[in-house]
Structures are given as structure tokens and as C-alpha cells.
């Protein structure tokens, strides 16, 4: 790892959009099936949720930027392993097998296979809804050596020609996103043990459909001051573009929805492996790169503190929201059982946001407060 390096302003910004766009969509995925929803409110929750849709990719991107700032001068594998282990799954696992433990209750024990059960719970991060997102995530730190020779590389080839690299890549990004069933069949077929099903029933939670996102943040990472000169001149282009995409997401949904013989809304058209999805998203997380800048020099101190509070907590507030939404939908439909879908919504995005965050700050300072005593 390279000597400690300036701190990159906007990171916990971009984090905290991340994290609060998590929350959104999930609330979303909540209220989405009241029954008796009127189109409105199907037409708003579209738009709550297709503003929140960057935030795995923004996550992705942000690891690919911080993993390549940081290490510009080599990466010793064990060290690295053992951190990045330190720091994800040991926070991971307490959290997974409180969820496994819901799912299963005291079955998990009661039996060999309700052990196994559970010991694959954990593993696939099927304990809860939002874990996929972590065993993900940790493949790209275990392939993180071999990911940042093979981008040196093409980087050290491309020279000047670098930027075109990347477009290209995107393109192909694009086209795969709308072929990758080849693959997925080709790789399910060799029936090789844990990789054929990350192609297969465990697609959800394979890297390989989220790398590029990776890539482009690997690019920002390795030449930051070069990368936000560029998104801070094209910025009214890149925020103009994504609310194109937006509205053109929007108009799709909204295509979509059957009116008779009864009103059914889907939101089918936002699943993230999709040609259309594979350009929204690219051009989101362009987009919030560019808007966390301007946040970070226009928005008042006081928001600040509250957003990059969001974005420094955002992991731990991660692991614990599914858990608190809960929570925070119960208390949003007890204190207003008569107000709209939409304003129910909005009161339990706030709820699970500050819940998930205050939760993250107690713990946080309890582990350090153990660590004080066993000092």
C-alpha cells in the first residue's frame, strides 16, 4: 500500500448517496405491493426508486476508485486479505447469523441439515434480502491482484488511448449485458463446483456482471485529479444525460403497466443486468461523482456533516437497515395510517436511514470502548 495519501473529499459523500439510495429502494420494494395502489402512486414509487438505482454500482465504483488510489505501488496479498477480511466479514457475520437465526429460528440446531441450512445462509448471504450485495463485493477484494495487474496492463498498452479503452469496454459492457445467457449457459454446463453456480442460481451475487463499474472506478482512482477535472468540465452534460436516462427509464415503466382488466404495475424494467439498466447505470455513477463535487462545494455545513456522517457509518448502517426498516415501515403505518403511500414511504426512508446510522454510531462505540478496557 502506497503512503498515506490526501484524503479524497467526496468519498464519504458519494458513500452516504449510496447508502441512503439503499434504503430508498428497499422501501420502495416494500410499498410497491400495497394492495390497492393507485397509479400515482405506482408512477411515484417509479421515480423514487429509478432515482435510487445507482446505488450498487456507485458502491462498486467507489471501491475500484479507493482499492486503486491507495495501492499504486504493489499489493501484498496476505496482508491485504487479512485487512480487508478484518474489515468486511468480521463486521459481516455477527449481522448474517442474527438474520440466518430469523429465517430458521431454533431449526437451524435441531439437525444436521438445519445446520447446513444455515452454514449456507451465511456463505451465499441468503440470510437476508440485502447480504448478495457483500459476498459480491468480496470477490473483487479476493481477485483484487490479479484485477489491478490485468488493468496496469491494459492501462500501460492503451497509453494515450486509454479513455477510448474505457468507452469501448462500456460499449461491450452494454452489448454483454443483452448476451450474457451464452456465457451463463456455457459456464452452468462445465458444471465446475461453486463457479458454475455463481453463473447459475447464484447469479445475483457474481462480480463478473458488475466489473465494469469496478473498472470505471479503477480508472477514476488511478488518475483522480485528471478524472474529476473531466467530470467537473462535462458536469452539465453528464447531469443533463442522466435525467434523459431517467426519464426514459420512466416512460418505459410506466409502458409497462397493465390497466385491464385490474391495475398491475411492474418494475421489471430496472433489473440491473440489462442493456438500457447497463446505460442508466453507467451514466448515474458519472452523474453522482459529478453532483457530489458540487455538493461538497455548495451545500451547507450542517448537510454535510449529516451526509458524510451517512457515508462514514454506511457499512455498518448497511448490514443493520433491513433489520431496522422493519421497524421504521411499522412506525410509519401506526402514525400514518391515512396518509398516501408516497408520504409512508418518505417517513420510513427516514426512520431506516437515522435508525441504521444511530445504530452504527452505538456500536461503533461500543467495540471501541472494548477495545479501551482490553488495552
Known amino acids: 500500500m502506497s503512503p498515506r495519501k490526501p484524503v479524497i473529499e467526496e468519498i464519504d459523500y458519494l458513500r452516504g448517496f449510496a447508502f441512503l439510495a439503499v434504503v430508498m429502494q428497499h422501501v420502495v420494494g416494500h410499498y410497491a405491493f400495497e394492495p390497492k395502489l393507485q397509479l400515482a402512486d405506482g408512477v411515484l414509487l417509479g421515480i423514487l426508486l429509478l432515482l435510487a438505482k445507482f446505488a450498487v454500482p456507485l458502491f462498486i465504483f467507489i471501491t475500484g476508485l479507493v482499492l486503486f488510489y491507495n495501492y499504486d505501488s504493489g499489493v501484498a496479498y496476505g496482508p491485504f486479505l487479512r485487512k480487508r477480511s478484518r474489515d468486511i466479514l468480521l463486521p459481516y457475520l455477527p449481522w448474517a447469523v442474527l438474520y440466518a437465526f430469523i429465517v430458521m429460528g431454533g431449526s437451524a440446531f435441531s439437525s444436521w441439515e438445519g445446520l447446513q441450512k444455515?452454514?449456507?445462509?451465511?456463505?451465499?448471504?441468503?440470510?437476508?434480502y440485502h447480504l448478495w450485495y457483500i459476498v459480491m463485493t468480496f470477490q473483487l477484494y479476493l481477485l483484487f491482484p490479479l484485477l489491478r495487474k490485468a488493468v496496469l496492463w491494459l492501462d500501460r498498452r492503451a497509453g494515450r488511448s486509454g479513455a477510448a479503452l474505457l468507452v469501448f469496454g462500456g460499449l461491450l459492457y452494454v452489448w454483454y449485458a443483452g448476451h450474457h445467457s451464452l456465457v451463463d449457459e456455457t459456464m452452468i454446463g462445465l458444471r465446475i463446483p461453486v463457479l458454475s453456480d455463481l453463473f447459475g442460481e447464484y447469479r445475483d451475487r457474481n462480480s463478473w456482471y458488475f466489473l465494469y463499474y469496478f473498472v470505471l472506478g479503477a480508472a477514476a482512482g488511478l488518475y483522480l485529479p485528471r478524472w474529476k477535472k473531466w467530470i467537473v468540465r462535462w458536469q452539465y452534460v453528464i447531469i443533463a444525460a442522466y435525467a434523459a436516462v431517467n426519464l426514459y427509464l420512466l416512460y418505459r415503466i410506466v409502458s409497462h403497466f397493465e390497466l385491464h382488466p385490474e391495475l398491475v404495475m411492474r418494475y421489471n424494467d430496472?433489473?440491473?443486468?440489462?442493456?438500457?439498466?447497463?446505460?442508466?447505470?453507467?451514466?448515474?455513477?458519472?452523474?453522482?461523482?459529478?453532483?457530489?463535487?458540487?455538493?461538497?462545494?455548495?451545500?451547507?455545513?450542517?448537510?454535510?456533516?449529516?451526509?458524510?456522517?451517512?457515508?462514514?457509518?454506511?457499512?455498518?448502517?448497511?448490514?443493520?437497515?433491513?433489520?431496522?426498516?422493519?421497524?421504521a415501515v411499522w412506525a410509519a403505518d401506526l402514525t400514518a395510517p391515512a396518509a398516501s403511500v408516497i408520504?409512508?414511504?418518505?417517513?420510513?426512508?427516514?426512520?431506516?436511514?437515522?435508525?441504521?446510522?444511530?445504530?452504527?454510531?452505538?456500536?461503533?462505540?461500543?467495540a471501541q470502548a472494548w477495545q479501551k478496557r482490553r488495552a
Open 118 to 128: 444455515f452454514g449456507r445462509l451465511l456463505f451465499t448471504g441468503e440470510a437476508s
Open 270 to 327: 430496472t433489473f440491473l443486468v440489462q442493456p438500457h439498466m447497463a446505460v442508466f447505470l453507467i451514466v448515474s455513477v458519472l452523474a453522482m461523482h459529478a453532483m457530489s463535487i458540487r455538493f461538497g462545494n455548495l451545500a451547507p455545513a450542517r448537510l454535510k456533516r449529516l451526509i458524510k456522517q451517512a457515508g462514514s457509518y454506511s457499512y455498518t448502517a448497511y448490514l443493520a437497515h433491513a433489520l431496522v426498516l422493519q421497524a
Open 343 to 366: 408520504v409512508r414511504s418518505v417517513l420510513s426512508f427516514l426512520l431506516c436511514a437515522a435508525g441504521s446510522v444511530g445504530a452504527a454510531m452505538l456500536l461503533r462505540r461500543a
